[in-house]
Every structure is written in C-alpha cells, then in structure tokens.
C-alpha cells in the first residue's frame, strides 16, 4: 500500500457549517496544494499584514495533499484578501460570517488513491463496524516522531531532556540528520547555534535561549507547538489504552463501566454504561470511550486498569498534567471514542490501485482507516 506518492492522490475538502450570528469576519475557501495549514497560515497573515491570530480554521489539513477547508479572517477588507497571491493557493468564496475556531467542521470528505493496493467487498462492510480510532502518525511527526517524547518530559518536569530531545535526537531519514546527530553526540549548543540552517526556526529559537535554561527555550517557541507536545504525548496513551483493550475485547464493544459519548444535537453527552443503559447504547451503536489523560481524569472497569497500568509504566501520574512550570499548557482531560467509523465508502479499481472515497467525522484519521482497511 502506497499513500501521498503525489499531492493529487490525496484530496481532502473539510465539510464544515458557517454560522452568521455575528458576520464579523471574512470567511472564504482556502484551495491549497502541497501546504500544510500552519504554514500556509503563516504566509497568509505576513502577506495580509495581520497577526496570524486574525486567522481561524477549524482543522489541520496535511501537506502532502490536495486540501479544501474554510478559513475566517478577520480586521481585512474584502479587497486586500483576493489580492493576495501565494503559489498553488486559491482564495475563493468570500463571504462574511462568524469566527472559525479549531474543532468547528464535522469532518472530512476523502478521494485517496491508495496505489499498489486492491480490496475487496468483504473488507468494506465489516471496516463499516468500525475501526480502532487511533490517532495518526501525524499527530507524532511523521519523518522525525519526536513529539509525544517532548511532551512526555514535559509531564515528567525534565525540561533539559524535553528541549534536548526536540533539538537534537537524529532520525537518517531527515534532511537535517548530521546537524542534530552532532548536536546528540557532542551537546555543543554554541557550535549548534551557528551551525543549524534558517529553515529550521523553531530549533534556532530554542538555541538562542537555551543558556537562560530549558524553561526559557520552550518559551521562545509559539504556544501552540508547545501545546502540540502535551497533545502528541496524550494521544500516545490514549493509542496504548486502545491498542490493549482491543487485544482483550473486540473494538465495538461496550462493558459497564465504560465512558459512552452521545450528542443531544450539537451537545455532547458523556454517560457511564451500565445495566439501566445498555440496550439505548446497542441500540444507537454508540461505542466505548477512552482518555485523553489529564489531571480530571477518572476511568472505571477494564479501561481504568489499563489506563493505571501505562501512567504507572510511564512513571507519571494525572496531577502531572497540571504542568507546574507551564500552567497555560495544563490539561484537565477529555475522553474519545475508541472506535473510528466511516461513512460512504466507495471505491473504483483502477490501473496500479484503487481510487476510494469515504467521511470521517473530526477527528479521526485517513491513514488509520487505510491501514486498517487494506492491512
């Protein structure tokens, strides 16, 4: 199975509500190719001449990709957005409307051609039971997966290891492998600092404040990649505690003492299963839940074990989220359903794979639906 040999082969179009109760920024269709949505955020704002906070979107679209997602501007007028000019870029469909914040869109339509590859009807219908909603290797750093173990020493309070492990733990894969493998072997900041190219900003950010202490490197670096680094290490537990119940029972299936998310119209609704509920929860095919573990977190039955067993393993407990020397990144935690669902699935076979379309609500991830899919 071959993904993303070109951006084509990879469609993505974010299917997303515009509300108008307060039309108080301009909303348009952000058309984009081989971009992914921080970068291209970046570039927008600098052309625009606003802070990239003006701008919002709802999702995070990757760049190896063909992408279609709604973005709201705002403080611009209508004029100065369709004159900006950025290559394989299209701004279309202006319009006013409300602010777009992260999580707003439902999901995700995707066209994939998944080369090298064939599946068969009976691999369709029973992918529509569901699959184990992990989160994708995205959400780790794809070339260099290093994010969840930045996030892991942040827990932990090891800020020297975290600032180290962003800056220089190698992978010969990427283009920056001999400046970070020097970096590993030798620990000479200085020779870093002079060293590390232009490209790599967030690394010469750190390097500039590293002699004032780890603390003060990480505050060098934009609050939302600081945040990414909690997530990515949460959304590493949460992979685990899924990865390990699924051994014991099968994906779909919910035990009293199991989290339940419902949504009540556009409320969503966490219930404990048990006795009272179990028909409601078969009959709405609702599935179980599991943690993304902060410090508010509370699991019962089979999946609380499971979660005590890996927080144990990995030498934290809940209240280390609160993250004393960074209280703005605390996380209290939230829950997530482990199972992935699909939805009109189709697909055409043609010369050197298959072409497949499909939903995914927000989310979940098309990689992991493919894996799961084609083995």
């Given at each position: 199975m071959r993904i993303k040999e070109k951006p084509e082969d990879f469609?993505?179009?974010?299917?997303?509500?515009?509300?108008?109760?307060?039309?108080?920024?301009?909303?348009?269709?952000l058309e984009k190719r081989g971009w992914d949505t921080i970068g291209i955020v970046k570039v927008l704002a600098r052309k625009l001449g606003i802070s990239q906070k003006r701008i919002g979107f709802a999702g995070l679209k990757d760049r190896q990709a063909v992408t279609r997602q709604k973005i709201s501007v705002s403080g611009v007028d209508r004029k100065q957005l369709e004159s900006v000019r950025i290559p394989r870029v299209s701004i279309i469909d202006i319009e006013l409307g409300d602010r777009i914040r992260l999580g707003d869109h439902k999901g995700n339509q995707f066209t994939i051609m998944v080369r090298d590859a064939s599946v068969s009807p009976g691999a369709v219908e029973k992918i529509k039971g569901g699959f184990p909603n992990y989160f994708g290797i995205q959400r780790f750093g794809?070339?260099?997966?290093?994010?969840?173990?930045?996030?892991?020493?942040?827990?932990?309070?090891?800020?020297?290891?975290?600032?180290?492990?962003?800056?220089?733990?190698?992978?010969?894969?990427?283009k920056y492998f001999e400046v970070r493998k020097e970096l590993w072997e030798t620990h000479d900041f200085e020779k870093a600092r002079?060293?590390?190219?232009?490209?790599?900003?967030?690394e010469r950010a750190m390097l500039e404040n590293i002699g004032k202490g780890a603390k003060k490197a990480f505050e060098a670096l934009?609050?939302?990649?600081?945040?990414?680094?909690?997530?990515?290490?949460?959304?590493?537990?949460f992979n685990e505690i899924v990865r390990r119940r699924s051994r014991a029972v099968p994906i779909t299936a919910v035990e009293p003492g199991d989290v339940v998310i419902d949504w009540v119209g556009t409320r969503r609704v966490v219930t404990l299963a048990g006795e009272h509920n179990m028909d409601k929860i078969t009959e709405r095919g609702l599935c179980a839940a599991a943690p993304i573990v902060g410090y508010k977190t509370h699991v019962r039955g089979r999946i609380g074990e499971?979660?005590?067993?890996i927080l144990e393993e990995e030498g934290i407990g809940r209240e280390d989220f609160r993250l004393r020397e960074f209280p703005s990144l605390a996380s209290r935690g939230t829950h997530r359903e482990i199972a992935g669902k699909a939805q009109?699935?189709?697909?055409?076979?043609?010369?050197?794979?298959?072409?497949?379309?499909?939903?995914?609500?927000?989310g979940e991830y098309a990689t992991v639906f493919l894996e799961e899919l084609f083995g």
């Open positions: 469609v993505v179009e974010e299917v997303i509500d515009i509300a108008h109760a307060k039309n108080d920024c301009l909303v348009c269709t794809e070339v260099r997966p290093i994010t969840h173990e930045v996030g892991r020493e942040l827990v932990r309070g090891d800020l020297d290891t975290a600032a180290f492990v962003f800056l220089a733990k190698p992978f010969e894969k990427e002079s060293e590390y190219p232009l490209s790599l900003r967030y934009p609050r939302r990649l600081n945040t990414l680094f909690i997530h990515a290490y949460q959304a590493y537990i499971i979660t005590q067993e009109d699935i189709s697909y055409t076979c043609e010369e050197g794979g298959t072409r497949i379309r499909f939903f995914l609500p927000k």
